[in-house]
């Protein structure tokens, strides 16, 4: 049914120059198809009437029910039907009250269709009060907005109109003209003919040897479609047509005809179109004045009433596009407020991100670097034993059998010893420890084991460092630094007292060597450098400050 009712406004949109839309909910009762088929098939004012009565109830029953499509659409037919009663002004009140309503509304392709059918509208009424500019404003309105080529062409043909009424001819020709070819591709022989009437009109007044085969061919098919309003309008016409070539009675002919219509039907605008034409052609100059004066005062009257309702929708049209510009602007500010929040977010998640990465970086190197010097001490732990188990024990089986054989040289003995001591150092010096536990008590076992008679080792504040807040890595290091620096200290410097100072300031352990021996010009070959390389390991430093005779030192900063 939904769709049925939307054929049907169609058709009559197109053949009466309207634009419609339909988007009614269902009623109870069927009552707006009765009276849009009274509206449609009528002529009778009687009946128009009843349809005006009916569409004037049912917007006040659809903007009760806030059903505003639907009330927009009641407007619609009110405005048709007081345009086919020549109550123009009130059409127009009806068709601007249809504006306000559409904008109230979002765009969808419903309010589309209704505005571009209302712009139409208001286009007719202000052709029909020779408010042209007003009625070209809105038929562009009407133009911009629709891409369909029946609507366009309907369109195009109402500008038409209007040049032909302001009798700037030739435009009309160029307009109807094109309406004419674009009706010929449609195949719809009511827009043929009434594209062929209008143009045979204009080519009447050019002149044109064909315009009035034009007329007569116009007139034949709105005979033969029985299409009354076409009939008038090519009557009218061709009543033009032989009054501007002085064939009254013809001229008369067509207009009684007109005349005689109007009077059946009740139709008030066909009679007073009739009328003036026959009155035109009577050439009684003081008629003629009087129609002049009257239609001059009519038509200020009619322009007067017109201007205060455009003039009213104007102003609010005005009123809602700065209202509009306004929450644009508001929300132009709301859309630039919330890109900066989101550009803040973003820098936010991307300085997150970067440092997570940072972060990420450090703790997978120092993982890396812990298991390298991880790897390292097992290394060192593997050699040790290695050392110790094959090199050392198989060196001293060798000087076990040697010592029963009374021929061997005490000197090849204290060489083998010797061997054998440095073997079982280099052991000693990488082999495994636990530095989890008492690492203090076992840091101390070390140095001590360096001092005899020759040699005093102090420390100092050893026992206030807090090693668990070492980790065993840093530990391990500092343990195999140390040991180097007294193996070194034992080996070459001849010194007499080792002093080693311990310091620890939250997480920051310093450690002081200093020791009386010959001292040296600081040279960083492979044990100095072994010691740099384990402490720099740890992310810690080393200096070394030595002179001859003036003793070692070394400052350890972890």
Same mark, same amino acid.
């Given at each position: 049914?939904?769709?049925?009712?939307?054929?049907?406004?169609?058709?009559?949109?197109?053949?009466?120059?309207?634009?419609?839309?339909?988007?009614?909910?269902?009623?109870?009762?069927?009552?707006?198809?009765?009276?849009?088929?009274?509206?449609?098939?009528?002529?009778?004012?009687?009946?128009?009437?009843?349809?005006?009565?009916?569409?004037?109830?049912?917007?006040?029953?659809? +903007?009760? /029910?806030?059903?505003?499509?639907?009330?927009?659409?009641?407007?619609?037919?009110?405005? &048709?039907?007081? =345009?086919?009663?020549?109550?123009?002004?009130?059409?127009?009140?009806?068709?601007?009250?249809?504006?306000?309503? +559409?904008?109230?509304?979002?765009?969808?392709?419903?309010?589309?269709?209704?505005?571009?059918?209302?712009?139409?509208?208001?286009?007719?009424?202000?052709?029909?009060?020779?408010?042209?500019?007003?009625?070209?404003?809105?038929?562009?309105?009407?133009?911009?907005?629709?891409?369909?080529?029946?609507?366009?062409?309907?369109?195009?043909?109402? &500008?038409?109109?209007?040049?032909?009424?302001?009798?700037?001819?030739?435009?009309?020709?160029?307009?109807?003209?094109?309406?004419?070819?674009?009706?010929?591709?449609?195949?719809?022989?009511?827009?043929?003919?009434?594209?062929?009437?209008?143009?045979?009109?204009?080519?009447?007044? +050019?002149?044109?040897?064909?315009?009035?085969?034009?007329?007569?061919?116009?007139?034949?098919?709105?005979?033969?479609?029985?299409?009354?309003?076409?009939?008038?309008? %090519?009557?009218?016409?061709?009543?033009?047509?032989?009054?501007?070539? /002085?064939?009254?009675?013809?001229?008369?002919?067509?207009?009684?005809?007109?005349?005689?219509?109007?009077?059946?039907?009740?139709?008030?605008?066909?009679?007073?179109?009739?009328?003036?034409?026959?009155?035109?052609?009577?050439?009684?100059?003081?008629?003629?004045?009087?129609?002049?004066?009257?239609?001059?005062?009519?038509?200020?009257?009619?322009?007067?009433?017109?201007?205060?309702?455009?003039?009213?929708?104007?102003?609010?049209?005005?009123?809602?596009?700065?209202?509009?510009?306004?929450?644009?602007?508001?929300?132009?500010?709301?859309?630039?407020?919330?890109?900066?929040?989101?550009?803040?977010?973003?820098?936010?998640?991307?300085?997150?991100?970067?440092?997570?990465?940072?972060?990420?970086?450090?703790?997978?190197?120092?993982?890396?670097? =812990?298991?390298?010097?991880?790897?390292?001490?097992?290394?060192?732990?593997?050699?040790?034993?290695?050392?110790?188990?094959?090199?050392?024990?198989?060196?001293?089986?060798?000087?076990?059998?040697?010592?029963?054989?009374?021929?061997?040289?005490?000197?090849?003995?204290?060489?083998?010893?010797?061997?054998?001591?440095?073997?079982?150092?280099?052991?000693?010096?990488?082999?495994?420890?636990?530095?989890?536990?008492?690492?203090?008590?076992?840091?101390?076992?070390?140095?001590?084991?360096?001092?005899?008679?020759?040699?005093?080792?102090?420390?100092?504040?050893? %026992?206030?460092?807090?090693?668990?807040?070492?980790?065993?890595?840093?530990?391990?290091?500092?343990?195999?630094? +140390?040991?180097?620096?007294?193996?070194?200290? =034992?080996?070459? %410097?001849?010194?007499?007292?080792?002093?080693?100072?311990?310091?620890?300031? /939250?997480?920051?352990?310093?450690?002081?060597?200093?020791?009386?021996?010959?001292?040296?010009?600081?040279?960083?070959?492979?044990?100095?450098?072994?010691?740099?390389?384990?402490?720099?390991?740890?992310?810690?430093?080393?200096?070394?400050?030595?002179?001859? =005779?003036?003793?070692?030192?070394?400052?350890?900063?972890?």
């Amino acid at each position: 049914m939904k769709k049925l009712r939307i054929s049907f406004l169609f058709l009559f949109s197109l053949f009466s120059g309207f634009n419609f839309c339909w988007s009614q909910a269902e009623k109870p009762n069927d009552s707006l198809r009765y009276y849009y088929d009274l509206f449609y098939r009528t002529e009778e004012k009687s009946e128009i009437i009843l349809a005006y009565k009916y569409y004037d109830k049912h917007k006040e029953w659809s +903007l009760k /029910n806030n059903d505003t499509i639907t009330a927009i659409q009641d407007l619609r037919f009110i405005t &048709i039907i007081q =345009k086919k009663l020549g109550a123009y002004n009130n059409a127009e009140a009806s068709a601007v009250e249809a504006l306000r309503l +559409l904008d109230l509304l979002n765009t969808t392709n419903t309010t589309k269709e209704a505005r571009i059918g209302l712009y139409n509208d208001l286009g007719i009424i202000y052709r029909n009060a020779r408010n042209y500019n007003k009625a070209l404003e809105y038929y562009e309105k009407s133009l911009a907005l629709t891409e369909a080529p029946k609507h366009k062409n309907i369109l195009l043909n109402n &500008i038409g109109y209007i040049y032909k009424e302001q009798k700037e001819y030739k435009k009309a020709f160029n307009f109807f003209t094109e309406v004419y070819q674009k009706s010929l591709k449609s195949n719809d022989k009511k827009q043929i003919a009434r594209a062929l009437s209008n143009l045979g009109y204009v080519k009447a007044k +050019l002149n044109y040897e064909d315009a009035y085969n034009n007329l007569l061919e116009a007139l034949e098919i709105r005979k033969k479609q029985e299409y009354l309003p076409g009939i008038i309008a %090519s009557y009218l016409h061709l009543s033009e047509y032989h009054k501007d070539r /002085n064939q009254k009675q013809k001229a008369l002919l067509y207009a009684n005809k007109v005349l005689a219509i109007g009077k059946e039907k009740q139709n008030i605008s066909y009679q007073l179109d009739a009328l003036s034409l026959i009155i035109e052609m009577e050439n009684n100059s003081k008629i003629l004045e009087y129609k002049k004066i009257t239609d001059s005062i009519s038509m200020a009257s009619q322009l007067n009433e017109n201007k205060f309702a455009s003039m009213k929708y104007d102003f609010s049209e005005e009123k809602r596009k700065a209202e509009e510009a306004k929450r644009m602007l508001a929300e132009s500010k709301l859309e630039k407020e919330k890109q900066k929040r989101l550009k803040f977010i973003y820098l936010a998640v991307g300085v997150f991100i970067l440092l997570t990465s940072i972060f990420s970086y450090y703790i997978l190197k120092s993982r890396h670097k =812990k298991e390298k010097l991880q790897q390292i001490y097992i290394t060192e732990t593997r050699i040790s034993k290695k050392v110790h188990d094959e090199v050392a024990n198989d060196v001293y089986h060798v000087m076990t059998k040697l010592q029963t054989n009374a021929n061997i040289n005490e000197e090849v003995l204290d060489d083998l010893e010797e061997i054998y001591t440095k073997t079982r150092d280099i052991s000693r010096e990488n082999s495994a420890m636990n530095v989890g536990k008492n690492f203090n008590e076992l840091l101390k076992d070390l140095l001590l084991s360096y001092k005899d008679n020759n040699v005093n080792v102090i420390t100092r504040n050893i %026992s206030k460092v807090n090693w668990n807040k070492v980790s065993n890595e840093k530990k391990t290091a500092i343990y195999r630094v +140390l040991q180097e620096l007294m193996t070194n200290m =034992k080996k070459h %410097s001849k010194a007499s007292i080792v002093l080693l100072n311990f310091n620890q300031t /939250n997480n920051k352990l310093t450690i002081e060597y200093n020791d009386n021996g010959i001292g040296c010009i600081v040279k960083k070959l492979n044990g100095l450098f072994n010691v740099e390389n384990r402490i720099n390991s740890v992310n810690g430093t080393i200096t070394f400050d030595s002179e001859p =005779k003036k003793g070692f030192k070394a400052k350890i900063i972890i």
